[in-house]
């Protein structure tokens, strides 16, 4: 399986398992208030209509910096870099746009600072992006 999409999921699954609601108005509101069994005094704004329960502020902290840290950890692998490169490259239609920004930002990197290794697998990821997109065009299948 690849490697980045693997870890993506696994994130996404630890985020989506944490005692945490979004209310955008009164009814979602106290509705988030019943999943999380609590009351208003006892939850904290996590922002962008997030609500998570006060005494889960430093489990919900260890959980990004634990997160963080794996990705960190990730990157050093060039099979996760490329992997991720080809997946961001395609998420953020280079092919159209045939800028880096997007796709870089995935991973906490900037062009212009990106090592000579990290380079060469940017380089393989979009020629085989490219290469794959081409050959879509002239098959037309994916």
Known sequence: MNK???LKN?????INNFP???????KQFEKGLKKLNTTKKDIFSIGMGGFIRKVDRHK???LFKKQYEEE???KKDDIY????FRHELSNHEFIITYDYTDTLNCFGLEYDKLTDKELKILE???NDYLKNMEEVEINGNV
């Open 10 to 14: 696994k994130h996404e699954k630890e």
């Open 20 to 26: 945490m609601f979004f209310a955008f108005d009164d």
């Open 72 to 74: 960190k950890e990730a």
């Open 81 to 84: 870099l490329y992997q991720g």
């Open 60 to 62: 919900y902290n260890d």
């Open 4 to 6: 980045y999409i693997k």
């Open 124 to 126: 393989k990821a979009k």
